[in-house]
């Protein structure tokens, strides 16, 4: 069983930048990050597999930028450019597989809230 600690949210304005962080207890293949906005369906955001290649969301594609530090089992999530829209609860997945389904996340953290006002 593996543990996924998120951190990194908070309340900012539009244009501005966070950074979100995902600890992870034990070593996993895939990792990357969904998120939920009232009302509506969790959705993928991004991925990042253990060699490094990565896929994004179209609606994130150039402005979100996900890494992952292997030695610290630790994925990130930097988002710029903040748009009201991107105001979501950001959920740290982990898995064998792409990650791009729910279906496919085997672990999921317990989410941490991004508010970007206007």
């Known amino acids: 069983q593996v543990q996924l600690v998120e951190s990194g949210g908070g309340l900012v304005q539009a244009g501005a930048s966070l950074r979100l962080s995902c600890a992870a207890s034990g070593r996993t293949f895939s990792m990357g990050w969904f998120r939920q906005a009232p009302g509506r369906e969790r959705e993928f955001v991004a991925n990042?597999?253990?060699?490094?290649?990565?896929h994004y969301a179209d609606s994130v594609k150039g402005q979100f930028t996900i890494s992952r530090d292997n030695a610290k089992n630790t994925v990130y999530l930097q988002m710029n450019s903040l748009k009201p829209e991107d105001t979501a609860v950001y959920y740290c997945?982990?898995?064998?597989?792409?990650?791009?389904?729910?279906?496919?996340?085997?672990?999921w953290g317990q989410g941490t809230q991004v508010t970007v006002s206007s």
């Open positions: 997945a982990a898995g064998a597989g792409s990650l791009r389904q729910i279906g496919d996340v085997q672990y």
């Open positions: 990042i597999w253990s060699g490094g290649s990565t």
